[in-house]
C-alpha cells in the first residue's frame, strides 16, 4: 500500500483551491452578464476612507469593476478627514440631524479637503494599477447644482449654513469620462443656485443617488461604518437583507439620525429609476465584489416596488 507523500497532498490541496476559484469565477457570470456595459455608482466614505488596507482594497474592487466591462463611478465624501482638518485648524464644527453645520470658514475647509486631498487619493490609489481614474468636483462643468436646505428637529427648522441639496446634475462631464475609457471619481460639492460664485457641502449619499438617477446607473451602492439596516437596533439578529421601497418610506422618520441620509439616498434613487440601491460594511474586505458578484449579497439592499420596475431579487442559495 503506498504512502502519500507530503508533496502529493499539497498538489491535491492546490487543485481543490483551483476549483473553488473556478466555481467562484463562474457564480459571478450571471452577474457579470447582467452588469456587463451598466454603470454603478459606488460612493465611498467611512472608515474605509482612513484605513490604508480598505483604501486599496477598495481601489482593487473599482478597477476589477472596470476590467470587468462594467462602468464605475465612484462619489466620495470625507466627513473623517474634514473633521481632523477642522480640529487642526481650532474651527468648530458640529452636527445636526444628521448634517454637519457649515460655516463659510468651514466650508474652504470642506472644498479642500475634498477636492484637494481625498479626490487626489482615490485617483491615486485606483491609478496604481493604470491610468484609469481622473476626478471631478461637483463644480466641475456645473456638474451638481445646489440648494441650500435647513433640517427640522424636534418640529423646528434649523439652519445648517452652508449645507445644501443637489436640485440638478449635469452628467455631461461624467459621460465623457466614462467614454473615455475612465473611472470617474467625483467629491460632493455643488455650486449654489441661488448666490454664483458659492459653493455648499452636499450630503455624498444624496449626490451618489442624484448622480445614479441621472446617468440611468443599474445599482447604487453606498459604503458604511455598518453592516447594514437593522430593523430593531440595537439588536444585531435584526439584520434586513432586502426592503421594498415602500416599507423603507414608513421606517425612515424612526431610523437613527446618522442612517436616515444614507437609507434616504437609496429610496432617492429607487425612487428615481434605478433598480437597486444598497448599503454594505465599508469594513469588510473586498464588500464591493461581495455585493455585486455573490448571490447574497452583503449589506441591506433597495428595491422598488412590482410597479417600480425593479429587477427580481434572486432567492437564497440553498
Known amino acids: 500500500m503506498g504512502i502519500e507523500s507530503p508533496q502529493s497532498e499539497s ?17 459571478s457570470l450571471r452577474w457579470l452578464k447582467r452588469y456587463h456595459g451598466q454603470i454603478i455608482v459606488v460612493k465611498f466614505g467611512g472608515n474605509a ?12 474592487d473599482i478597477v476589477y469593476l472596470r476590467y470587468a466591462g462594467i462602468r464605475p463611478v465612484v462619489v466620495h465624501g470625507g466627513g473623517p478627514q474634514i473633521s481632523k482638518m477642522l480640529d487642526r485648524l481650532g474651527i468648530e464644527s458640529e452636527f445636526r440631524g444628521g448634517y454637519r453645520v457649515t460655516s463659510p470658514e468651514a466650508m474652504d475647509v470642506v472644498r479642500m479637503v475634498l477636492t484637494g486631498q481625498i479626490s487626489r487619493d482615490i485617483v491615486s ?33 434649523v439652519d445648517l449654513g452652508l449645507v445644501g441639496d443637489v436640485v440638478a446634475v449635469n452628467p455631461e462631464g461624467v459621460i465623457a469620462q466614462l467614454d473615455a475609457g475612465r473611472i470617474p471619481v467625483v467629491s460632493s460639492v455643488a455650486p449654489d443656485v441661488d448666490a454664483p460664485g458659492q459653493v455648499l457641502n452636499v450630503n455624498a449619499d444624496a449626490a451618489a443617488a442624484a448622480l445614479a438617477v441621472s446617468l440611468g446607473a443599474a445599482k447604487l451602492v453606498i459604503l458604511t461604518d455598518v453592516a447594514g439596516l437593522y430593523s430593531d437596533w440595537p439588536n ?45 460594511d465599508g469594513r469588510e474586505p473586498h464588500s464591493i465584489l461581495l455585493e455585486v458578484f455573490t448571490q447574497g449579497g452583503v449589506g441591506t439592499e433597495v428595491i422598488g416596488t412590482a410597479t417600480g420596475g425593479a429587477e427580481p431579487v434572486p432567492s437564497p442559495a440553498p
Open 11 to 27: 498538489s491535491q490541496s492546490e487543485a481543490e483551491l483551483a476549483h473553488v476559484k473556478a466555481d467562484t469565477l463562474i457564480e
Open 49 to 60: 476612507m482612513v484605513d490604508p488596507d480598505l483604501q486599496r482594497t477598495f481601489a482593487e
Open 125 to 157: 490609489h485606483i491609478n496604481e494599477h493604470g491610468p484609469l481614474a481622473a476626478a471631478l468636483s461637483g463644480e466641475d462643468a456645473g456638474l451638481f447644482e445646489g440648494k441650500r436646505r435647513g433640517v427640522e428637529i424636534d418640529g423646528e427648522l
Open 236 to 280: 444585531r439578529d435584526s439584520l434586513v437583507s432586502v426592503i421594498a421601497s415602500e416599507e423603507l418610506r414608513a421606517l425612515l422618520p424612526s431610523l437613527e439620525s446618522g442612517m436616515i441620509p444614507k437609507m434616504a439616498a437609496c429610496l432617492e434613487a429607487v425612487d428615481g429609476g434605478v433598480p437597486k440601491a444598497a448599503i454594505i
